[in-house]
């Protein structure tokens, strides 16, 4: 009997493969001769990977041989194959694969060559294609546009953040209710903000995702239900009766996928909602460009309508609008920043508007990231063609005879170029599918490898377009490596093959200063990459270690919703959280307190505030980070109280009002002068002036590159902010103790749902995402080039040497120290090394540009980075050499000068 | 002229000589053997595919899938058809014509 049918994957492919090879009748024996010998090795204890391996080996083999008989004319008639002089493509491509077979390790080299550079290529091109050019899942999506408000003055703002939100700011509800009344050439016009609800059940209280949206919205995406309707007119009125849209996994998940779901009510937020409609899978606006980090991660799982309340309000939304056909962009954006102008004067704070394809607003600074990566992958490819190029020139040398004997029978030029050509497009085809096979098959690894927060990372996948990509690689591949050499070697004079000995063609020179030249170029790119390697390494690093200002290790923030009700007051939320820390510090190796954000988790508040002077005005400090705490914080995540005290019970409602401020801070508004007992006042309670009673250690709260900012820090219970985020100092294990941390809560306040839990170094780790994915990969392809490029010093050292054996052999023999050959020999390489370092220098120094965008505290012209790397790749390339040096400096005389 | 199709190559007479011989329990693995023992070449796989597949393609060799025996392997074998056998004939008449007068050179017997 034969066992387990089960094959691995690359057995069933193999397997596949042999039986589209082979004809019908003689597939049977082929497979039953093959599991036979299978079952028959698993007898024998093969392991599993082994018998795979073996048997795929034996399919394709029988594949590729019977293939060639099938598949390829000319000669399958003929007795044991055809002869050379017919002239067919078949013939050539039997040729071809015969003279492939007879040289395997040339031939081996190149197809692994090709695999790994069109595999990487493709890889990087799937997630250019999943990210940037695979078109949105709407109709049409190119008319769908994101709608943004601006804010001239803050261009000019010292802070990054204020810069770059500038022009990208969620437009405020009212604005959007104008639009709707202005024909700008929209043809649906939606808004809608990211929410979480809570919905309450046996086991506590859970915060779904979902989105508020107008009926707006519906129309602009254009996406029928899957089941009743969309949100509409008049759902959105203040007076209507609360309805719910749900997403289609949510459907599934709560009522099993039955359809009577209609009309049945949720309770979300503690009132019920009928549901009335069930959008399609994968449906969704994107996540709002607001961070709304609070909320629980995932796709959004219901929809509600934005009331049309919010045109009164000072609620920020997210807008997406569907363009009238016809109507381009840019037409639309400007009447929109022209209507805005006109209603300016009714807002004091947002004063311009404009539109942007929505693709573009979604992937907002990816795209050069992305784009700078195929560029790196695609010099990657160029080396390793250039690197073939070479090989296949050095092998058209030592075939001369063989190609100067064809052209002696009547081969015409044409012909044998043809020959030549036929063969490296038959190893480019082979190493194309082995390279897209290896995409195919590391694709999920690489999906763990990408940054989490790349959007539409969902889209992302191996699809046609991705492969027919790779093919087309393949083709150009197998031109840029075949051309060049097939020309070269195809210029034989049949003379020189009857004549001489294979290295003392005359016109070997010729291939062997093209070889050189390929060189000097593969060099150049891999400097080019190495240079670029290093100064993103460089700058990762410094990113990576910058003084953080406290210790992140242990570090977890839970994000509370302590009034999902909303029927709890300040003062009592504040006391449940309180409450809660007390009990988290019974916990084993925890400690807790609470704060409104932590630093570094994403988040943070501010507000203006305004520093008292002694007979002057007082100082308007804008934007003033804000942290609000409880007073055992500073000590939990250990921030440096340099001078002055802490907070203590005392600095509570009815105490005297208190602060701490940071060292910037400090050092900014009172240069030079006490700082302890100083006054300010926050906007958010103007009323109040606050006595500076200690200054704290400088913490970097925004991110590992953005700077350190003037921080004030309040204690909860004189303040009218919210403390949400429990904060846990955790010696030991973090998963138990947030299991744990979760129990407590959940037994001490069973309605308090817990809605984010933020492990901090992961939240940083987490926030240098696609700069680790971009230094990580860069480093990788620059290593790739680096060893192809000296692969290819090291070949045509090998081959000089070779080729001077003789020359070598007489000057020994007239007593030439092994040593100076040895020199003479690497210098040649070194030669080549420097011709390449200076001409990778060129192109680096000039294509600065391009990486600049990506340095953090280093410069892209960094003359230490680039003196290291031309050391670098000087020291290899003499490493490279020498191998095949050692070889000149044996070189026995006598042998050398023995006639061939 | 001789037809090509009907010229028989070296590797295609030494497995039409050894279906022969297995005389109906040839199937490829016992070919190979047969050849490797006798005629001293190591076939490849796929070379033995190959030129079975390009013998039954010219009508020399028929396949029969015979019943499952016991053991659950189903059976198959080669034979050699009436023109193969007739077109094997002709060859191997040609090469003992070729053959007369250098027995001695090539240590053969007459």
């Known amino acids: ?900 | 002229v001789t037809s090509r199709k009907a010229d028989l190559g070296e590797l295609e007479s030494l497995i039409m000589l050894a279906v022969l011989r297995l005389e109906g329990e040839a199937s490829v693995a016992r070919v190979r053997e047969e050849v490797a023992e006798r005629g001293g070449r190591q076939l490849s796989r796929g070379a033995t595919y190959a030129t079975v597949a390009r013998l039954q393609r010219k009508g020399f060799l028929s396949l029969s899938l015979g019943d499952s025996a016991a053991g659950g392997r189903s059976m198959h074998h080669f034979t050699v058809t009436k023109r193969g056998l007739e077109t094997l004939r002709t060859a191997q008449q040609h090469l003992i014509r070729m053959r007369a007068g250098l027995e001695s050179i090539l240590k053969v017997a007459k």
């Open chain 1, 1 to 900: 009997m034969r066992p387990g049918r089960s094959h691995g994957l690359l057995l069933t492919i193999a397997r596949r493969v042999c039986r589209g090879a082979v004809p019908a009748s003689l597939w049977p024996i082929v497979d039953d001769e093959l599991l036979d010998e299978l079952s028959e090795r698993e007898q024998r204890g093969w392991p599993r990977w082994r018998r795979d391996l073996w048997g795929a080996a034996q399919y394709l083999s029988v594949a590729a041989r019977l293939g060639v008989d099938r598949f390829i004319p000319g000669g399958a008639e003929g007795p044991d194959g055809g002869t050379w002089a017919h002239g067919d493509w078949g013939l050539d491509l039997r040729g071809a694969l015969n003279g492939l077979r007879s040289r395997p390790m040339t031939t081996l080299t190149v197809v692994a060559t090709v695999a790994l550079a069109v595999g990487a290529t493709t890889s990087v091109y799937s997630v250019v294609h999943g990210v940037l050019l695979a078109p949105l899942p709407y109709p049409e999506p190119e008319r769908l546009a994101r709608v943004w408000q601006t804010r001239a003055e803050w261009g000019d703002s010292p802070e990054a953040e204020f810069r770059s939100a500038a022009n990208r700011l969620g437009p405020l509800a009212p604005s959007y209710y104008d639009w709707l009344d202005v024909d700008v050439g929209f043809e649906s016009l939606g808004a809608y903000v990211d929410a979480g609800y809570v919905l309450q059940q046996p086991d506590g209280a859970q915060v779904l995702r979902g989105q508020e949206a107008t009926p707006g919205l519906f129309e602009a995406l254009a996406i029928e239900p899957i089941l009743g309707r969309r949100l509409q007119v008049p759902d959105d009125l203040v007076d209507a009766a609360p309805v719910v849209v749900l997403s289609e996994s949510f459907w599934r998940g709560r009522y099993g996928g039955r359809p009577d779901a209609l009309g049945t009510d949720l309770v979300l937020n503690g009132t019920p909602h009928t549901v009335v409609g069930v959008m399609p899978a994968g449906f969704g606006a994107p996540t709002s460009a607001l961070r709304q980090t609070m909320l629980p991660p995932g796709d959004p799982m219901l929809w509600t309508p934005l009331s049309d309340e919010a045109r009164r309000g000072w609620k920020n939304v997210s807008v997406i609008g569907r363009l009238r056909r016809g109507v381009p962009i840019e037409v639309a954006s400007e009447r929109l920043a022209a209507a805005q102008a006109g209603m300016t004067a009714v807002y004091e704070n947002y004063r311009g508007a404009w539109a942007e394809g929505l693709l573009d607003s979604i992937v907002g600074d990816v795209p050069s990231t992305l784009w700078f990566l195929l560029a790196a992958v695609g010099l990657v490819l160029l080396v390793a063609t250039m690197n073939i190029a070479g090989i296949l020139t050095a092998s058209g040398l030592t075939r001369r005879r063989e190609m100067a004997v064809r052209a002696a029978l009547g081969a015409s030029w044409g012909r044998l170029v043809r020959v030549l050509l036929v063969e490296s497009a038959a190893m480019a085809a082979a190493g194309g599918l082995a390279g897209l096979l290896l995409a195919w098959i590391t694709f999920p690894l690489l999906l763990r490898f990408l940054p989490p927060n790349l959007p539409r990372h969902d889209v992302i996948g191996m699809s046609a377009s991705v492969m027919v990509f790779g093919l087309a690689v393949t083709g150009l591949a197998a031109i840029l490596m075949g051309t060049l050499p097939a020309v070269l070697a195809a210029r034989a004079d049949p003379h020189d093959a009857i004549r001489t000995s294979a290295r003392t063609f005359s016109s070997g020179r010729a291939a062997a200063t093209v070889r050189a030249g390929l060189v000097v170029a593969e060099v150049s790119l891999a400097f080019v990459l190495l240079v670029g390697a290093a100064l993103l390494g460089n700058s990762y690093s410094r990113l990576w270690s910058v003084e953080r200002g406290f210790a992140t290790e242990g570090l977890v923030a839970m994000r509370l919703e302590p009034d999902p009700g909303g029927d709890r007051s300040l003062e009592e939320e504040q006391e449940l959280v309180r409450t809660l820390t007390t009990r988290l510090v019974e916990l084993p190796g925890v400690r807790a307190s609470a704060v409104n954000h932590l630093p570094l988790s994403g988040q943070r508040s501010a507000t203006t505030v305004f520093i008292e002077r002694p007979g002057a005005e007082p100082e308007i400090v804008r934007e003033t980070l804000l942290t609000v705490v409880l007073d055992s914080y500073l000590d939990v995540v250990e921030i440096p109280v340099i001078a002055g005290r802490t907070f203590e019970r005392g600095d509570a409602v009815g105490g005297p009002p208190v602060a701490i401020v940071s060292e910037t801070m400090a050092r900014r508004y009172w240069p030079g002068e006490t700082v302890l007992g100083r006054r300010l006042r926050t906007f958010d309670d103007t009323t109040a002036s606050l006595e500076v009673i200690g200054v704290a250690a400088d913490v970097r709260h925004q991110g590992l590159d953005v700077a350190i900012a003037p921080t004030v820090y309040l204690p909860a219970s004189q303040s009218r902010r919210e403390i949400n985020e429990l904060v846990l100092r955790v010696r030991g294990d973090i998963e138990d103790a947030v299991a744990s941390a979760r129990a407590v809560i959940a037994s001490s306040s069973p309605t308090t749902p817990v809605t984010r839990v933020t492990i901090l170094d992961e939240a940083i780790g987490d926030s240098v995402a696609v700069p680790r994915f971009r230094t990580m990969l860069v480093v990788g392809l620059a290593g790739l080039a680096a060893v192809l490029a000296l692969l290819g010093v090291y070949g045509v050292v090998s081959f000089v040497v070779a080729q001077r054996t003789k020359e070598i052999g007489v000057r020994m023999a007239l007593g030439a120290h092994p040593l100076d050959e040895i020199r003479r020999v690497v210098g040649g390489g070194f030669k080549l090394g420097v011709a390449g370092a200076v001409l990778g220098l060129g192109i680096a120094w000039s294509a600065a540009d391009a990486v600049a965008g990506f340095l953090f505290e280093i410069t892209a012209t960094d003359a230490p980075t680039y003196m290291s790397v031309v050391v670098g790749v000087l020291a290899l390339v003499c490493v490279a050499a020498y191998v095949p040096a050692r070889r000149a400096a044996i070189v026995d005389p006598i042998e050398a000068l023995r006639p061939d």
